[in-house]
Nanobody, 119 residues
């Protein structure tokens, strides 16, 4: 079993920055950040795998950076140049299966942390 605990959300003005953290217990092969705004579908924001390969949604490329501190088993999402449309609940996700990681399908989820960006 993998347990994930997010932190770092909050309220910020447009153009500001926030860093989200996700502390993981147990081994993870791949991890990612997702977000969901009210009335919208969940969106995959960024992913990272064991070799450090990352992917980003087009909407956040150049503004967000995903990283992982393997010694601390903690995932991060550095969010810069935030926009009001980035407002959402952000979730950390993880997976241990190679097949699920290839498919970017995650079975372990955190409780979420709210990010609100005002104009």
């Amino acid at each position: 079993q993998v347990q994930l605990v997010e932190s770092g959300g909050g309220s910020v003005q447009a153009g500001g920055s926030l860093r989200l953290s996700c502390a993981a217990s147990g081994y993870t092969r791949c991890m990612g950040w997702f977000r969901q705004a009210p009335g919208k579908e969940r969106e995959r924001v960024a992913t990272i795998v064991l070799d450090g390969t990352t992917t980003y949604a087009d909407s956040v490329k150049g503004r967000f950076t995903i990283s992982k501190d393997n010694a601390r088993n903690t995932l991060y999402l550095q969010m810069d140049s935030l926009k009001p449309e980035d407002t959402a609940m952000y979730y950390c996700a993880a997976e241990v299966s190679v097949l699920y990681c290839i498919r970017k399908t995650y079975n372990y989820w955190g409780q979420g942390t709210q990010v609100t960006v005002s104009s």
